[in-house]
């Protein structure tokens, strides 16, 4: 152990291990359970021999399960796609099947919607009214979908579109296709039937005395998620490329040894909930060398949505993920929102991140609860990130108040009150960002144990610390193009602000706000380029400010 503690040290470089060290005795990624990868037998189970053929009219349903099948029941193998391009509705896994699909292979999911039954399925954590996915499977062991073919979810049939969020000959083709246009024209939905489920209170959560032939009407409203593993065991996802979902592409729900290599998501950037992959309530999981193009968030970890996740009680745990890339997304890697069940120890390492809306994105709302916690992230790098570049915020979706200059009304803990606590973040470069870093907490729960360090950020505004207690900053580099202030400080306490650099001369190094704010350490930093060091506002006492070259 004092050898690995030592090359880590080498690794991160003195400056950075302190944080670290003090985690590394009781936390290392080198201790967590490794998922266990799935073997197969050499036999093969060719899809051409159970009557399948390429040629984008046949729908090849029947014979590609068939093969699924007997190759399920005589003990496992391969199931073969060949070369060609393959139409076929839902396609279900079964243990012990390798379902490989060749370089040159296209499997086309149908765009009539007929083929797909509507089932009892999962949305955000709660039950509720789905159409069957295009690619699933439900309690099964020992499962793999391998090859570098394409599986296409055929989305753009499902999906309602923005007009902002199209060209001006898209939408003429979209509204040319058929569908509906809203009556503000600001909206295409894909039916009649969309319009009512997207008009319906609670349309996909499944009521009390319901049957699922009781929601027909609304059938196109309830969008699949491409690839649904549920309960599975021993779960490779390897090589392959998974484009045009319907909604969230890759859901692994309540899996256990899930690993994805090489693998490769394609959602347009404006394709509605085009999450890539969502690891909920998963254990033991291993995400590595793959790209993500997504119309949300690109690699999520979730573990259910307000009391039905904390009912379930399974935290998304012991995850490892490296060399990783991520395209236009809305977080490049995030936790949350529906993390009611909890997430801990996981490790994020060599990943980058290009044209994201968020970096690094850890999001929560009151009413989740849970609880994230033992979070360690290193050598992130990053480019023209739209908003902030590191995120951590507990107003997900909800308008953030502030009780400067008023009397604070702070709500009581609860069982629906969330935690972000001990996250250990080292080796971020950012070359553009709206905001370096924002960590904003509640009144009634701040976030916790925050540390980031040996970081260099470019960004139009620099840091935010809101409601959030003992953070440290630690050898960060900020080049910030608003020269206004460069950190700003709310009612949080246990600040340690140390060797903190600007490239850019500003006005106000430091602002700090609200009689809450306490025990702020501003270390080996030379505040002398600004032409006011710090700033007391809103009751804030002068005294909490402590400096020491």
Not at 98 to 112: G, I, K, M, Y
Not at 133 to 148: F, K, M, R, V
Not at 526 to 537: C, H, I, Q, R, W
């Amino acid at each position: 152990m004092k050898r690995k503690i030592i090359l880590l040290a080498a690794l991160l470089g003195i400056g950075a291990y302190s944080a670290w060290a003090q985690a590394a005795a009781k936390y290392s990624w080198t201790n967590l359970p490794k998922a266990k990868v799935p073997s197969f037998k050499k036999d093969t189970f060719n899809i051409v021999k159970y009557g399948a053929i390429a040629d984008g009219i046949t729908l090849n349903t029947t014979s590609i399960n068939a093969a699924i099948t007997a190759c399920s029941t005589k003990g496992g193998g391969v199931v073969l796609i060949p070369q060609g391009l393959w139409l076929t509705g839902p396609i279900v896994l079964k243990s012990n099947v390798n379902l490989h699909v060749s370089r040159a292979a296209l499997v086309q999911f149908t765009d009539d919607k007929r083929q797909y039954k509507l089932v009892e399925g999962n949305y955000e954590g709660h039950p509720a009214v789905r159409n069957e996915s295009p690619l699933s499977g439900t309690n099964l062991e020992n499962i793999a979908i391998t090859g570098d073919g394409i599986f296409d979810g055929h989305g753009e049939v499902w999906r309602a579109v923005g007009k902002d969020r199209v060209t001006d000959p898209e939408w003429k083709q979209l509204v040319a296709s058929g569908g509906v246009v809203s009556n503000d024209g600001k909206t295409w939905s894909p039916s009649e039937s969309y319009v009512k489920g997207n008009s319906t209170k609670d349309a996909t959560l499944i009521q009390p005395g319901k049957k699922l032939e009781d929601y027909a009407d609304m059938k196109d409203f309830f969008r699949p998620n491409m690839v649904v593993f549920t309960n599975c065991k021993n779960v490779l996802l390897q090589g392959a490329t998974f484009q045009n979902s319907p909604a969230w592409c890759l859901h692994m729900l309540l899996c256990e040894d899930l690993t994805l290599k090489d693998v490769h998501v394609r959602n347009q950037w404006n394709a509605q909930n085009g999450d890539g992959i969502d690891a909920e309530s998963c254990r033991n999981v291993l995400i590595e060398g793959s790209t993500f193009d997504a119309g949300d968030d690109g690699i999520c970890i979730k573990s259910g949505r307000d009391a039905e996740g904390r009912k379930r009680g399974k935290p998304t745990e012991n995850v490892v993920v490296r060399n990783n890339v991520v395209y236009r997304a809305h977080g490049g890697f995030v936790i949350g929102s529906e993390m009611s069940g909890g997430a801990r120890n996981i490790f994020v390492t060599n990943c980058t991140f290009i044209g994201t809306d968020i970096g690094l994105r850890f999001k929560t709302v009151r009413g989740r609860g849970g609880i994230v916690e033992n979070i360690f992230i290193k050598n992130i790098s990053m480019r023209d990130i739209v908003h902030e570049a590191i995120l951590f915020d507990m107003y997900y979706q909800t308008k953030a108040t502030s009780a400067l200059g008023q009397k604070a009304d702070i709500p009581a803990v609860n069982e629906g009150t969330p935690q972000f606590r001990n996250f250990y973040v080292s080796n971020v470069t950012c070359n553009g960002a709206e905001k370096a870093i924002l960590v904003r907490g509640l009144p009634e729960m701040s976030i916790k144990g925050i540390h980031l360090e040996n970081m260099t950020i470019k960004a139009d505004k620099g840091a935010d610390l809101v409601e959030a207690n003992n953070i440290s900053l630690k050898n960060i580099t900020l080049d910030i193009k608003d020269q206004k202030q460069l950190i700003y400080v709310e009612n949080s306490s246990a600040i340690t602000l140390d060797n903190i650099k600007s490239i850019k001369p500003t006005n106000l190094f430091l602002s700090i706000n609200g009689d809450r704010s306490g025990k702020i350490e501003l270390l080996h930093t030379n505040t002398a380029g600004a032409k006011n060091k710090a700033e007391f506002n809103y009751s804030a006492d002068k005294n909490v400010l402590t400096e020491a070259k």
